[in-house]
């Protein structure tokens, strides 16, 4: 544990964060800068957010799509299942 | 649009936030405390992080889990399109 652990640098909204991580580099970047994004787009349509209360809502937005996609991923893989049964 | 949002009040991390959202309540609710759960988890091994750069954390950590449940389910929508095309 820990031993092929990454170190990457990244900025999100304005800072540098550096993340510790099992995933490569490339996976971390494409991460910061959805996460980047996804910040600069909620801070568009709601201006007076505070960087912390952006924050948490980016956060809640992601969980938001996240929970829908684990959904789609649980009916598919259920549906594979019942169609092996079949087989 | 607009005319069946519905606006929940969730309590993540300490603070109130108001969510405007096309979802169901429980669908928001689910979400914040999946949300607050996650900033106490990294908070616990990170003490020293403020709120900010814990909720900036907090989603960087849950848009790398999105990842990784989006490839999966292409990798299965590919699988079961090959599936079909067997048929």
Partial sequence: LGQDKNRVT?????????????????????VASIVDDKMREIKASNPSLD????????????????????EQLDHLQQKQAREEDEK
């Avoid at 990244?10 to 494409?30: F, K, L, M, P, W």
Wanted: proline share 0%; hydrophobic share 40%; charged share 20%.
């Fill in 10 to 30: 990244v900025n999100i909204y304005g800072e540098q964060y550096t993340i510790v991580a099992d995933e490569r580099t490339s996976h971390v970047n494409t």
């Fill in 51 to 70: 960087t912390k209360k952006l924050a948490v809502l980016t956060a809640v937005n992601i969980v938001s799509d996240y929970l829908k996609v684990q």
